[in-house]
Nanobody
Framework: QVQLVESGGGLVQAGGSLRLSCVASGSIFSINVMGWYRQAPGKQRELVASIGSDSSTNYADSVKGRFTISRDNAKNTVHLQMNSLKPEDTAVYYC??????????????????WGQGTQVTVSA
C-alpha cells in the first residue's frame, strides 16, 4: 500500500509564490519519476513538471522559468516551488509518482500513484 500526501496549496495574489510538497509512504522499493500535474475546471489534467531519479527535469512550456521541481530521495519527497504565479495557474495540483513495490521475494510491481490533490488559487 502506497500513499502520496500533498501539502502547500492555498490562495495567493498574482505575482506571489507557493511551495507544494508531496511525501510518498508505504511499502516502497524504489521511486522512478515524480511529478506534478494540474487540472483546472473544465480542462484536462496536464503535466506541470516531472523529475527523474537522476534529477533530470521536464517542464510544461507555460511554467518554464517560474516553477522549479526538486526531490529528496532519502525522504521520498518531491517539491514544486511556484514563483510569479498567474491567475491561469489556478487549478487542483496533483502529485504523481511511479513507484516500485516488492510483492514477494523476486517479484516487483510498478504502478503510478496519485495524491488527493491540493487547490492552488491565484487572484488577479
Amino acid at each position: 500500500q502506497v500513499q502520496l500526501v500533498e501539502s502547500g496549496g492555498g490562495l495567493v495574489q498574482a505575482g506571489g509564490s507557493l511551495r507544494l510538497s508531496c511525501v510518498a509512504s508505504g511499502s516502497i522499493f524504489s521511486i522512478n519519476v515524480m511529478g506534478w500535474y494540474r487540472q483546472a475546471p473544465g480542462k484536462q489534467r496536464e503535466l506541470v513538471a516531472s523529475i527523474g531519479s537522476d534529477s533530470s527535469t521536464n517542464y510544461a512550456d507555460s511554467v518554464k522559468g517560474r516553477f522549479t521541481i526538486s526531490r529528496d530521495n532519502a525522504k521520498n519527497t518531491v517539491h514544486l516551488q511556484m514563483n510569479s504565479l498567474k491567475p491561469e495557474d489556478t487549478a487542483v495540483y496533483y502529485c504523481n509518482a511511479r513507484i516500485t513495490t516488492q510483492q514477494r521475494v523476486g517479484v516487483y510491481v510498478v504502478n503510478d500513484s496519485w495524491g488527493q490533490g491540493t487547490q492552488v488559487t491565484v487572484s488577479a
